[in-house]
């Protein structure tokens, strides 16, 4: 989340809490965006249009108020290289601290207080991410990936500088700070020595979390510390957890204090697949529950574009481009099509390794597609079976001629056949009798 000047997420403020009871800064659950904390005041210049879109459409809580201005959607699935500057994102702070090159985009933390970080412009409603990054060296030094509602849902995965075997996996539901055991620590390969993929993967039921195609974490809409499932923005950026101003309690969290004689710490972010799984030209909020169910999509539909959205996704992370890839899709939005399945090639990075574990989880999906087609087939079967001998061959003959190439139909052609052949001989062998009676 962003507090201040800095990048915090709901996490790092339950640690500051027990500092803030004694202050007059204003507690995390009333305002998550008032007031400088802990030295953060040193600011840089900003474009107009950088503090207003940091500004107008991260201050007001629209469970609160009913004067909050609607969401842009993004309805749409976008790859950005950072070779340069993108379009989808803005700087939120400390511009001169975020360059871009051949290896992407690099967030440097050179002095303290730094704290460059980028947020898109646009929100998703539920959707598929995929960051390619190498996160920041140096003890205390947090990296930071999130996704973050207007109404203080949120997704995180947070890695520390000083300790290169895991990852935090976090969320939190409208703000909800009362407890926090809600993140997981997950073992990997060094995070800070090679460019790794990270994949978030949110819907309308459940949430996961994958490192390298591997299942990290599942988060089922079932959980009693609730579920994200509202408009979402991105945001990304470096921080020093470990400043010496910083509660005990964060600096704790983040591994001890940071060393700023070791400076400059840099994280870096070498691309980033965005599809949003919903319709739409923007997000409403109706109620005041923040519910799913109560988000509309004007112009659309929530989850309305699934399906083509994976698979964009996948044609994204095999390499090809955005303009090419949304000129040629369907229009339509309610088609449903069977290449949605992630194939193990499609989803691979040429600088980073994966596995087909997301491959085989979308693989069973369309299974499951597969085998409802199926039954519904053999009801087909049972109810073509009942008619008369003459129309089953008929339909037999007229499936050969028309080489139909569907799976349902070539079972159905197959198991009519298997009873046309004996019945027909049947009727053959006693037409032939009766003539030879007559």
Not at 171 to 182: A, C, E, I, V
Not at 187 to 205: G, L, M, Q, V
Request: aromatic share 10%; charged share 20%; hydrophobic share 30%.
């Amino acid at each position: 989340m962003l507090f201040g000047n800095t990048i915090l997420s709901s996490s790092i403020l339950g640690l500051l809490t027990t500092a803030w009871a004694a202050s007059d800064v204003p507690s995390a659950t009333t305002n998550y965006y008032s007031g400088n904390i802990y030295g953060y005041e040193k600011e840089e210049t900003q474009s107009a249009s950088q503090s207003a879109s940091a500004t107008s459409l991260a201050s007001c809580n629209p469970l609160e108020t009913t004067s909050c201005s609607p969401d842009p959607a993004l309805a749409s699935t976008i790859e950005d290289n950072f070779k340069s500057s993108s379009s989808h994102y803005t700087p939120y702070r400390f511009p001169s601290r975020i360059t871009y090159g051949d290896d992407g985009v690099n967030f440097t933390l050179a002095e303290r207080l730094d704290n460059p970080s980028l947020v898109s412009n646009d929100y998703i409603m539920f959707g598929r991410l995929e960051v390619q990054m190498k996160s920041a060296k140096g003890k205390g030094v947090i990296s930071s990936f999130y996704l973050q509602s207007d109404d203080l849902d949120e997704i995180d995965l947070e890695w520390f500088g000083g300790d290169g075997s895991q990852v935090q996996s976090n969320f939190f539901s409208k703000g909800n700070t009362t407890t926090y055991d809600r993140g997981e620590y997950h073992s990997i390969s060094d995070p800070r020595a090679d460019f790794h993929n990270y994949t978030i993967d949110w819907t309308s039921s459940e949430l996961k979390w994958y490192f390298d195609g591997e299942l990290l974490r599942t988060l089922k809409n079932d959980s009693s510390s609730g579920y994200p499932q509202s408009p979402m923005r991105i945001y990304f950026g470096i921080w020093a957890g470990g400043d010496y101003d910083n509660g005990e309690g964060v600096i704790e969290w983040a591994g001890g204090l940071t060393d700023y004689s070791e400076a400059p710490f840099v994280m870096q972010v070498q691309n980033l697949v965005v599809s949003d799984y919903s319709t739409g030209s923007e997000y409403k909020y109706s109620g005041d529950s923040g519910d799913w169910t109560s988000i509309e999509a004007v112009d659309g539909k929530v989850m309305g574009r699934e399906s083509k959205a994976i698979n964009e996704f996948n044609e994204m992370v095999s390499g090809d481009s955005a303009s090419s890839i949304n000129s040629s899709s369907d229009s339509s939005e309610t088609q449903k099509s069977t290449t949605s399945v992630i194939s193990t090639n499609s989803v691979q990075h040429s600088s980073a390794s994966r596995t087909s574990s997301i491959a085989a989880e979308d693989a069973t999906s369309s299974a499951d597609s597969s085998t409802i087609t199926e039954s519904v087939s053999s009801s087909t079967e049972i109810t073509d079976n009942s008619t008369t001998l003459s129309t089953i061959y008929s339909e037999h003959s007229s499936e050969n001629e028309s080489g139909s190439t569907t799976v349902a139909s070539s079972k159905a052609s197959a198991d009519q056949g298997e009873i046309v052949r004996p019945l027909y001989s049947c009727v053959a062998a006693i037409t032939a009798l009766i003539f030879a009676m007559i």
